[in-house]
């Protein structure tokens, strides 16, 4: 399944099959993001290790409440997001809800509205799953992320603990009624 978005951007549903892909991207994103020097080289390569293996990945596709979409330019990968609902949900939230676990872009192509593609298709799962509202967690020291989120209707309603190698980080829980 695929949705043309733009004339160069095309959203397509992650299959079992491009498992691999997913997790090439997965970990580029990752690190590019929370690397250093934001966080330790050990901390990031310890988080890696343990998060982003292909058997996680292979698990998580599996998932039948788990989405992954991934952004295409010209068939080159560029961004990608993951949606949960039900007990695939990375915290316990009370009501019918859609997670936005992760959403992220290709460095070099940041800046190109790519972010925002992905982003509304997110709000697209959720009208279709008829939730009530849709949430994510967002580390508290990303100050773009939290911004771009209020300014697109979430507001902060709780946050959790996040656990990146040996350091415990914050992040705050923000959701957008829908």
Same mark, same amino acid.
């Given at each position: 399944?695929?949705?043309?978005?733009? =004339?160069?951007?095309?959203?397509?549903?992650?299959?079992?099959?491009?498992?691999? /892909?997913?997790?090439?991207?997965?970990? =580029?994103?990752?690190?590019?993001?929370? *690397?250093?020097?934001?966080?330790?080289?050990? !901390?990031?390569?310890?988080? #890696?290790?343990? $998060?982003?293996?292909?058997?996680?990945?292979?698990?998580? &596709?599996?998932?039948?409440?788990?989405?992954?979409?991934?952004?295409?330019? =010209? !068939?080159?990968?560029?961004?990608?997001?993951?949606? !949960?609902?039900?007990?695939?949900?990375?915290?316990?939230?009370? *009501? !019918?809800?859609l997670e936005i676990?992760?959403?992220?872009?290709?460095?070099?192509? =940041?800046?190109? $509205?790519?972010?925002?593609?992905?982003?509304? $298709?997110s709000l697209e799962?959720? /009208?279709?799953?008829?939730?009530?509202?849709?949430?994510?967690?967002?580390?508290?020291?990303? &100050?773009?992320?939290?911004?771009?989120?209020?300014?697109?209707?979430?507001?902060?309603?709780? $946050?959790?603990?996040?656990? #990146?190698?040996?350091?415990?980080?914050?992040?705050?829980?923000?959701?957008?009624?829908?």
């Amino acid at each position: 399944m695929y949705t043309m978005v733009s =004339q160069d951007i095309k959203i397509v549903e992650v299959e079992l099959e491009d498992a691999k /892909k997913l997790l090439e991207i997965a970990r =580029q994103t990752f690190y590019d993001a929370f *690397g250093p020097p934001t966080n330790t080289e050990d !901390n990031i390569q310890s988080y #890696l290790k343990e $998060k982003f293996t292909i058997e996680q990945i292979n698990k998580e &596709l599996r998932h039948p409440n788990s989405q992954f979409f991934f952004a295409l330019l =010209q !068939n080159e990968i560029v961004g990608y997001i993951k949606l !949960n609902s039900k007990d695939a949900q990375t915290e316990s939230v009370n *009501g !019918n809800a859609l997670e936005i676990e992760r959403i992220y872009v290709v460095t070099k192509y =940041q800046g190109k $509205k790519i972010g925002q593609i992905l982003f509304n $298709k997110s709000l697209e799962i959720a /009208k279709e799953k008829d939730v009530d509202f849709i949430w994510l967690g967002v580390w508290d020291q990303n &100050l773009g992320a939290i911004r771009f989120y209020k300014r697109h209707g979430f507001n902060i309603f709780d $946050k959790h603990q996040f656990t #990146l190698g040996t350091d415990i980080q914050t992040d705050v829980m923000m959701k957008r009624c829908m």
